[in-house]
């Protein structure tokens, strides 16, 4: 089955900074990659996501790309806010299996 | 839109209690899932439903749990009898396409 890897596992960075948390997948059928924030004591909310027949997809200050040859797609923060401090999950999708598989989560800490 | 309603918020039972997690999707999502977060073990799918018949229970971690599905409009969870190690956030989200939304989760704690 699909296993998805990610990393840091913490990311502290100066605000103004960027921010840049990375993903590997290991099934080749995944298409779809959806990236969530979850602040503490709070549900995650689904914040970009990005599909295999695009490689890049950019929401204002958020930004996800994707390598299908690697298998790894990647978020890139920029001119990170206080309000940015979360933890971020990744995942990964194989729309024939419909379930989503998360990585462990990686804990952003933006310093003011 | 209302959003994935989870019921209770909070439940803090004993050792050997039945715990029953409820949760309503959105309205015209057609798939379902319950997950459960812990620190060690991060985000586990538990099972998930289409068209409120259960798919893939593989992550359902033994007899002790079982989820039903009775309509498209309400699902559960039920613990019997619970455990410490069942002490968790237990979140419920649904879908209609690859979007899973989540709901505001269910923090057990079992004494």
């Known amino acids: 089955g699909e296993n998805v890897e990610q990393h840091p596992s913490t990311l502290s960075v100066q605000e103004g900074d960027s921010a840049v948390i990375k993903c590997t997948y290991s099934?080749?059928?995944?298409?779809?990659f959806p990236w969530y924030k979850q602040e503490l004591g709070k549900r995650p909310q689904l914040i970009i996501d990005i599909r295999s027949n695009v490689g890049e997809k950019k929401d204002q200050r958020i930004a996800v790309t994707l390598n299908k040859t690697a298998k790894h797609f990647s978020l890139h923060i920029t001119e990170t806010q206080p309000e940015d401090s979360a933890v971020y999950f990744c995942?990964?999708?194989?729309?024939?299996?419909?379930?989503?598989?998360f990585g462990q989560g990686t804990r952003l800490t933006i310093n003011p | 839109d209302a959003g994935v309603i989870q019921s209770p918020r909070h439940e803090v039972t004993e050792m050997g209690q039945e715990v029953t997690l409820r949760c309503k999707p959105i309205?015209?999502?057609?798939?379902l899932f319950w997950y459960r977060q812990t620190m060690m073990r991060g985000l586990e799918l538990l099972i998930y439903f289409n068209n409120n018949v259960p798919i893939d229970d593989s992550g359902m971690p033994e007899d002790r749990f079982s989820a039903k599905m009775p309509n498209a409009s309400f699902s559960t969870l039920k613990i019997q009898p619970s455990e410490p190690r069942d002490s968790a956030v237990y979140f419920c989200?649904?879908?209609?396409?690859?979007?899973?939304?989540f709901g505001p989760g269910t923090r057990l704690l079992v004494l």
């Open positions: 309205s015209g999502h057609n798939s």
């Open positions: 995942a990964a999708q194989n729309q024939g299996a419909q379930k989503l598989v």
């Open positions: 989200a649904s879908s209609l396409w690859e979007t899973q939304y």
């Open positions: 099934d080749s059928a995944s298409n779809y």
